[in-house]
């Protein structure tokens, strides 16, 4: 059984930063396929989360386009952890933030999409006062 479980969360001041973590577990296969998400508060029904990062299992990062060198990927294999760093966070980065992954001999190459993941952790809460 997949299991993908997010960490690091939390309220902080605008101008700080955070390092949230998401350690996976039940994977069969190493060809798996990574992103982090995010939900803004009172998003509409039915849109989509947003994607932030994803990084396939040969280690190619695909950064969505308003990242603007914020937020930065890692991944350690041997531990089974996936980490986004965030640096100053801005309240427009208020929200939960979800790791997601699937798997596939060929991660897709594009910015990392919502409908394209079929695993889902909690998520974790990330509050950004001004």
């Known amino acids: 059984q997949v299991q993908l479980v997010e960490s690091g969360g939390g309220s902080v001041q605008a101008g700080e930063s955070l390092s949230l973590s998401c350690v996976y577990s039940?994977?069969?296969?190493?060809?798996?396929?990574m992103g982090w998400f995010r939900q803004a508060p009172g998003q509409a029904p039915g849109q989509e989360r947003e994607?932030?990062?994803?990084?396939?299992?040969?280690?190619?990062?695909r950064y969505a386009d308003f990242v603007k060198g914020r937020f930065d990927i890692s991944q350690d294999n041997s531990k089974n952890t996936l980490s986004l760093q965030i640096l100053n966070l801005k309240p427009e980065d208020t929200g939960v933030y979800y790791c997601?992954?699937?798997?596939?001999?060929?991660?897709?190459?594009?910015?990392?999409?919502?409908?394209?993941?079929?695993?889902w952790g909690q998520g974790t809460q990330v509050i950004v006062s001004s």
């Open positions: 997601a992954a699937y798997t596939a001999l060929v991660c897709v190459s594009w910015q990392p999409r919502e409908r394209d993941f079929e695993y």
């Open positions: 994607g932030i990062v994803s990084i396939g299992h040969n280690g190619v990062t």
């Open positions: 039940g994977f069969t296969t190493k060809n798996i396929c």
